[in-house]
C-alpha cells in the first residue's frame, strides 16, 4: 500500500510506473497494475520473479517507511467503471488478477448491480491471489476457479488450461452483450481473446491486458 | 539530491550491449512480448489489401501486388513504451516511400489503421526517407499473427506502439489527429530518446 501525496485518483484496470535509481544512478522502471478501486488509498500487487530486476526488491528489500518514485495513473483503455455495463466477464491468469480485482472492488465499493464473472486460472490453491476476498463477494459476482497443475483433495472445480470448451461453459452467453476483460500471460491471453471471439463476443467488446515474459525470440 | 531508492542495486545488464543504444528508463530483453489492447484479427490473405488514401485519391494492392513491390530486409532496434527494448531485430518489408510514391500527396500527417480499429498518428516526416516500411517478415520468416501479421507498420525510432499491428492502411491528413494510445494517454509523437511515453512529457 502506497501513500501518495496528491495522487489525482485513478480507474478501475490503470497502472502505474515505477522508478528505481541506484546510488550510481542506474536506474530501472517497471509499470503494475493498481489493485486498489478508485477513493482507496493506492495499493499494488507485485509478483516476485525469480529473475525479475525490480520485483524481488520490492518484494524482499522494500521496508514500511521507504520512499518509492512513481508516475501516474497511467491508460485509459483497459478501464471499467459502473457506467460502463455490462454484463462483465473477467478473465484472469496469474498476476492478471490485479487489474480485475481492483475492477471488482470498484463494483463493490460504487454499489453497481452490474453482474460479473471472474474466471480466474492459477497454478495451484495457494497461487490464488485475494482468496479469502474472492469467496466474500456476493452473488452479483460469480467466482470461478481453475487450478491447473496441482488441486487439494476434494476439489470439484477446473483442473485444466483455460480451453474454448471452458470458455464456452463459464462466459456470459453472447446474446447479453457482455464486455470482457482478459488479463494475464501474452498465451493465455491469446487462447482466451480467439476462444470469445469464435464464441461471438464482438472483438471491440473483448479488452485485452497481457504481461509476463513471453519466451519467443 | 536527487531520489534514490534505498537498498536498490540492480542487475548491471550485459557489458556486450553498447549503453548508447538503450533510450532512459529502457531495459534489453532477448524475448518479443506480445502486447495489445484486444483480439488478434486473422483477415484471410485474399481478402488482405492495404491503402494510401489521399484526399480523393486511393491507391490500393492486394497481397500479391504488395509481396510483388521491391522490399528490403533491415535490422534495427525496437523500443516499448512498456520499457522492454529489443536490439538487432530483423525485418522485411517494403518502404513506406515506395507505397507513398504511387499517390499524389502533399498532406503534413498520416493514420495508420489497422484491423481491429487500432490506429495511430505520424507526421509524416517520420515515415519518408528510409525511416519506415510495411514489414511482412520477422527474423526470417513471415510475421506471425500475434507480432502483427500479415503485415505491420514498422517505425523504429518511435515507440513501438507507432508501428501498428495488423497494418491496412496509411490516410494523409492535414491534421495530427490523435489514434488509439494518443486518445488513451499516450504522446502524441512518442520519441523513445526523449522518453515521450504519456502525455504531456
Known sequence: MLDVPEWPGHRAGQHLDIRLTAE?????????????APGEP????????????????????????DALELRGPVGGYFVWGPEDGGPLLLVAGGSGIVPLRAMLRHRVRSGSEVPA???????????????????GHDEGVEVVHT????????WTGYTRRVDAELLGEVAWPVGESPLAFVCGPTSFVETVADGLVELGYSPERIKTERFGATGGK | MSFISRGFRGRRRDSEVDPSRVPPGQYVTDDFPVLSAGPTPHTPIEEWTFSIVAGDERKTWTWEEFRALPHETVTVDIHCVTRWSKLDTIWDGVSVDTLLEQVDHDAPYVLASSDGGYTTNLPIEDVTDGKAWIAFGYGGEMLEPEHGGPARLLVPHLYFWKSAKWVRGLGLRDENEPGFWETNGYHLYGDPWLEQRYAGD
Open chain 1, 42 to 65: 493506492v495499493a499494488i500487487t507485485v509478483e516476485r520473479l525469480d529473475d525479475g530486476e525490480v520485483s524481488p526488491y520490492l518484494t524482499e528489500e522494500l521496508h514500511t517507511g
Open chain 1, 147 to 154: 487450478l491447473t497443475r496441482e488441486q487439494p483433495a476434494g
Open chain 1, 117 to 135: 464473472r471472474l474466471l480466474y486460472s492459477s497454478r495451484t490453491l495457494e497461487d490464488v491471489i485475494y482468496r479469502a476476498e474472492l469467496e
Open chain 1, 24 to 36: 550510481d544512478g542506474y536506474r530501472a522502471e517497471r509499470e503494475y497494475s493498481i489493485a486498489s
